[in-house]
C-alpha cells in the first residue's frame, strides 16, 4: 500500500511548509478551533473546574505563607500567580496528555489519516494548535482573569508578557511532540494505557504542573532541569512572573526550542517506523 | 377480558423549538420555547390471549411510542392502558417479570459474556426455577439453533445469531406476553424466515401472545391475522390481514427501462403510472394478470433493457386506505 | 438481591481479570498517579514545615482516609460513570426499564471497576505512614472510628457520583461540574478545612459533606481542636450525614428516571 505521506515522512518538516499544503493545516487548525467552541457546557464547567483547583492551592499557600516572606525566590503572590498561570497552561497540555491520536490507532482509523496527501505530523499539529488556541485564549485567560479578580495574581510588564507569548509557541510544540510520541506507541503496544499513565505523571511531575520546580529537593530539580517538561509549564509560568530576566529569558528561549528540535525529530522518527510497520504487516 | 386494553391513549411530546436569529442561544436561555408533538394523539384497540397481532405503520406513526408505553417505559399523557390487569407505567417491576421485549436493533444480552452466561444471569433476575428454565433453554435452543454459539461472546455474533439470542433471552421467563419492535431488521432472507417460523411456533404451541411492529409487510402477512395500522398518532384501520391484502396488497408495479424513450405506453390489464425518459411504471392488478403475462406484454411492443416489480410499500397502502376512507371496517 | 449483585459484577471482575498483565499494569498505574497528589504535598512540606499549624504526618491523615474512600467508592460506582453515560447517548437505557429490577440496583450492579482500587491501596499506605509517625492514642472507640469513616466518606462520593449521572437524564453527557465535588473535594479535604475561608469550608461540611465524614474524624485521631469551633464528636454522625446524603442522591436519581419515562429520553 503506497502512503503519499510516508515518503515525504522524513521531509516532513518541508512538506509541511509547502504554501499549498499551509493553507490546508490552517483550515485544519481553524475547524479544530471551532470544533473546540461549540460544548458550551464543558466550557464553561472547565473554567469552573481549573478555578477551583488554583482557589484550593491558593488557599494552602496562603496558609503557609507568613506575611512578607520568600521561599526559594518565591514570594506569596508569586506562588498564587504561578498556580493559576499553570492551571491556565492546562490549555495547552501542562495536565494531561491527548488520548485521541491513540484512540485512532486503536479503531483503525489511523489509516485513513495516513494515506491522505498531507503531512500526517502536520495534520496532528494542525488540530492540536487549532484546538489549543482556543482553548488557551477563551479559557485558559479567563481562568487567569478569575485568579486576578479573587486572589491578586498578577499581571505582567508588557515585555514579560511578550516573552511569555513566544514560550507558549515553543511550548506547544514541545507538548504535541511529546503527546504525539506518547499516543505513537499504540502501534507497538496492543494496550500502552501503561505507558500513557506513566507519561502523564513524568509530564505533571517534572514539568512543575503540580508544585513549582523551586520547591523541590535540589537532587529532584536536576532532574527535572534534563527533562523536556518543565519547557511545557515551568519556564513559561517563570517569565510570566518576572523570574527570568534578560539573558536567562534568551536561554530559557533556547532550551525550549532544543526540546522541541529534539522531540519533534524523534517523533518523526517513531513515525517513520510506525509507517514502516502499517505497510509491511497491515496494521 | 382481553388481555391488553388501550383506551383514547395520547402520548404528547414538548419538542424545544430554537428562535432562529443572531442572539438564539442567548434568548433560549432566558425563556425555553416549546412545541407539542403528538406522537399518539388517540389510540385504542384491544388484544385477546393468544393473538398475533401486526403493529404497522409508516415511520414516525407513533408505533414505538405506543410499544413503548406498552412495556412501561414511557407513561402516557392520558388515556387508559392494561396489560393482564397490570397498568404498566405504575407497576413496572411487576409488570415487566411477565413480559418479554425484543428491540430489533439493541440487544438485551450482555456485551463480552457468552450466550449462555447471558441466559444464566437472566435466570436469577427473573428467579426462574432451574428445571424449567433448562427445559425452555432446551427448546429454543433447538428450534432457534443456538447451540452452535452457546459460548460465544455476544458481541462476536452475527446480527442472525444475536437476534436468534435476543429472542430466546426473552422467552425463557414465560412470559405470556411478547412485544417485539422490528425483529428482523436488517437479516437475511434465511434469517428472516427462521425468526417467522420461531414467532408462529410459539404463539401456536404455547398460546404465547405476540406483539410486533415492523417495516417489513412480508412479516406481517407471513403471521399475523390481524393488523393495527396507524398513522399520524392515530388508529387507520384494526382488522384482518385479509381483508387488508384484497383490497390493497393486490396492486404491483412493474418498472421496465426501455431501450429508447416514449411518450406513452399503452398495455392491456395494465394502468401507466408515469413515464420518464426509458422508464415506464405500469400497475397492475394481480388478481386480473401475472407479472410474468404483463412483462410478456410490453416485450412483446417495447424492447425492454430492464425491469424490476415492486411490492407496495405500507406508506403507499396507506396511501391508498387515505383515498378510500370508506371502503374501511 | 445481594446475591445477585455479587453474580453480576463477578462477570465484569472476571472479564476485566482476563487481560492479567494490562489489570495490575492499570492498578499501579493508578495508585502512582493518585499517589502522585501526596508526593507533591510531601514536597511541599519539605519548604513548608506547617500547613495551618498542622505537620505532613497529620495531613497524611486526612489525605489518607479520604483518598481511600474516593478509592472504594469510585470502584463500586463505576457503572454510574462512562458506562452510563454510553447508555443514555445511545438510548439503551429502555433496556433497563423492561428488566424487572430496580433501575438504580441495575447501573451499581452494571460495571465494578477493580483498577480503580489503586487510588485507595496508595491511600491507605499514606495513611499508615501517617499513624507510624503519630502518636495515636488507639483507644477502642478511635479504632472503630477508622472503618466507620471510611465506609462514610465511601457512601458520600458514591452519592456525589449518582448525582452526576443523574444529571445525563437532562443532559446526556455528565457535567464536568460533578469533579469540582468528587476530585476537588477529595484535594480539598486533603489539608485542614480550617485553611479555607468560611464559604468553602461551609460547603464542604454542610452542603455536601466531603469535609464532615473526613475532618472531624482527623481532629478525634489527633486530638486537635478545630479554630472555629467545630466539635470533633460530630465525628460521630458521620454515617448518619452520608446515609441522609445518599438518600438525597437516591430520591434525585427517581426524579431523572420518571423525567425519563415522561418523555422519552
Known sequence: ?????????????????????????????????????????????????????????????????????????????????YTWVTQALISIGAGWLPWDLMQTIRSGDVITDLSRPWSFYGYWLSRSLGERCFNL?????????????????????????????VAIGLALLVSFAYGFIVNLTAFWLIDNTGVMIIANILLTFFSGFLLPLAFFPPWLRQIAQLLPFQAITSLPAEIWLGHLTGPAVWRAFALQAGWTLALTLLAMLMLQSAVRKVVIQGG | MALIEVEHLRKTFLLAVRPPGRFAALRSLLSRQTRPVHAVSDVSFTVAAGELVGYIGPNGAGKSTTMKMLTGILHPTSGRIEVAGRVPYRERVEHVRRIGVVFGQRSQLWWDLPTIESFTLLRHIYRMPVARWQANLHSFSALLDLEPFLNTPVRQLSLGQRMRADLAAALLHDPTILFLDEPTIGLDVVARERIREFLEHINRENGVTIMLTTHDLADIERLCQRVVLIDHGGVVYDGQIATLRTRFGRWRTLVVDLNQSVDHVEVPNAELLRVEGTRVALRFDRDHTTAADLIAAVAARYPIRDLTVEEPAIESIIRDIYEQPNTLQ | MLALYLRLIGARIRSQMQYKLSFWLELIGFALSTGLEFVALALLFGKFPVVGGWHLAEVGVLYGLSSTSFGLAEMVSRGFDAPFELMMQRGSFDGVLTRPLNSFFQIMASEFQLRRFGRSIQGALVFLYACRHLTINWTLARMILVPLTLLSGMTVYMALIVIGATMCFWTIKTPEVINIFTFGGDALVSYPLSIYNGLIRNLFLWVVPVGFVNYPAALLLLQRTDPHGLPAGVAWAAPLVAATFFAVACLFWRVGVSKYTSTGS
Open chain 1, 1 to 81: 500500500m503506497e502512503f503519499p505521506g510516508s515518503s515525504a515522512t522524513g521531509i516532513s518538516l518541508l512538506s509541511a511548509v509547502r504554501m499549498r499544503n499551509l493553507r490546508l493545516y490552517y483550515e485544519i487548525a481553524l475547524r479544530a478551533f471551532r470544533r473546540a467552541s461549540i460544548y458550551r457546557a464543558a466550557y464553561i464547567a472547565g473554567i469552573l473546574t481549573n478555578a477551583f483547583f488554583a482557589a484550593l492551592r491558593c488557599f494552602v499557600y496562603l496558609a503557609v505563607y507568613r506575611a512578607g516572606t520568600i521561599v526559594a525566590g518565591f514570594s506569596a503572590n508569586d506562588a498564587i500567580t
Open chain 1, 137 to 165: 485564549l477563551l479559557r485558559g485567560s479567563v481562568t487567569y482573569l478569575l485568579g486576578f479578580f479573587f486572589f491578586a495574581a498578577r499581571i505582567p510588564r508588557l515585555t514579560e508578557a511578550l516573552a511569555f507569548v
